[in-house]
């Protein structure tokens, strides 16, 4: 059976809250990309979270919180760490920190990591399905693994449609890009993934530069940063300012007219807009990736959300 796709009434919102209270799993919008919501502390539900999604167990889970007091239950915040939620929450922003001892968010969910990340989204829906259920959801982005993450509800329905339970629609998310995913343990805070919120917003709070662990040759990587991992089928080729004949053509700002004919041109932001090229990314690739199996992608700039865009980009050509 498919999962019914529901707009997000009321009506609807109840029933995902009956569905996730006895282990259920529903797709949920976030600000950031389609999440797959079930209850944190439920181990059987998060086990067929993973089955539905064919993850490799080891790669942990965000437990979505509704706000501060059910985060401080999971987590342990330091003085920085609170800082930071204090400012970006509710927001795109995933803080990995300490386990508490009173602690919900079950033990496969976390992979057996002592550590625990932890996010409050903005998105109304999301936080009416967590105070609905009055406990955490865990909520990775709602594609199989190994593809691009959805930011619409079709594209949910398309990969995990048969899988789950029900899928709340209310139409592409606002970023179209993961949540900015900071580790805050001992030591300085560090950069595990760049996302929606970008870093330069949050070394202003700290006032100093962030780790970047993966540009540390030999550093241990973070779980679920498998290098090849927001993956479509096409071969992809980066920073590509003219195109060869037969690809399609992934362009970014105002693009010279180039003599190759390309195969289809979409371009992510045509005023340059990096904002906007986040948003679209992750729909424009799928909708690329479904007619052509060249991809030209044209340069993004490394600055502000360019830095995630170019991580995610990276990670698509790896194979
Ligand atoms: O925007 C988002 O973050 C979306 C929406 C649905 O909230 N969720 C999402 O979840 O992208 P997921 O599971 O696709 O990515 C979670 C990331 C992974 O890279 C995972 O390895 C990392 O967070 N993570 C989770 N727990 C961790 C931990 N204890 N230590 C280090 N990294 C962790
Ligand atoms: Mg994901």
Redesign the pocket.
Known sequence: MTAPVLPASPDAIARAIALLKRGGLVAMP?E????LACDAGDPAAVARLYAAKGRPAF????A?VDGFGMAAREGVFSETARRLAETFWPG?L?L?VPLARTHITCELA??G?D???I?A?AHPVARALIAGVGRPLV????NRSGHV?PTEAAHVAGDLGEAIDLILDTGACEHGL??T?I?CLDGPPAL??P??LPAGRIEAVLGAPLLRPADEPGAPV????LLRHYAPNARLRLNVRHPEPGEAWLAFGLTPVSGARTAATLNLSPRGDLAEAAANLFAMLRTLDRSYDRIAVSPIPDTGLGEAINDRLRRAVTR
């Open positions: 976030t950031t990309v389609y999440g790669n942990p889970l965000i979505h795109p995933t990995v976390r992979a990591l550590t625990v990340a996010r989204s909520a990775p982005s709602a993450s993961e949540s995913v580790a595990l993934r996302g929606a973070a779980p679920g940063q």
